[in-house]
Nanobody, 121 residues
């Protein structure tokens, strides 16, 4: 019943900021859950990026933390990802998902369909 939908530009130029929005329906992002951003590439598979909790607290993967900002708009039941200083290695399918957090993928109960983001000039 919970549905998540990613939206945002599919093409981002190198050195710029990747910005995506996850719109949630059927459940509130202010309830007790972790709302995550995850990405997938053919070579690396799934990679956890970070979360925003129901309280509004955030945390990001150490490898991406310096470039990652996650925020939310509770009035719209949306949360966002901003990944700065992108390079072609950031090209991936980006997902939002509800769950715990980290790489225990079996614990995630709802996923968006994913959106392809390509970093290229």
């Amino acid at each position: 019943q919970v549905q998540l939908q990613e939206s945002g530009p599919g093409l981002v130029k190198p050195s710029q900021t990747l910005s995506l929005t996850c719109t949630v329906s059927g459940g509130s992002i202010t309830t007790n859950a972790y709302w995550n951003w995850i990405r997938q590439t053919p070579g690396k598979g799934l990679e956890w990026i970070g979360y925003i909790r129901a309280s509004g607290a955030t945390y990001a993967s150490p490898s991406l933390k310096s470039r990652t900002s996650i925020s939310r708009d509770t009035s719209k039941n949306q949360f966002t990802l901003q990944l700065s200083s992108v390079t072609p290695e950031d090209t991936a399918v980006y997902y939002c998902a509800r769950g715990p957090y980290g790489s225990q993928w079996y614990g995630y109960d709802y996923w968006g369909q994913g959106t392809q983001v390509t970093v290229s000039s």
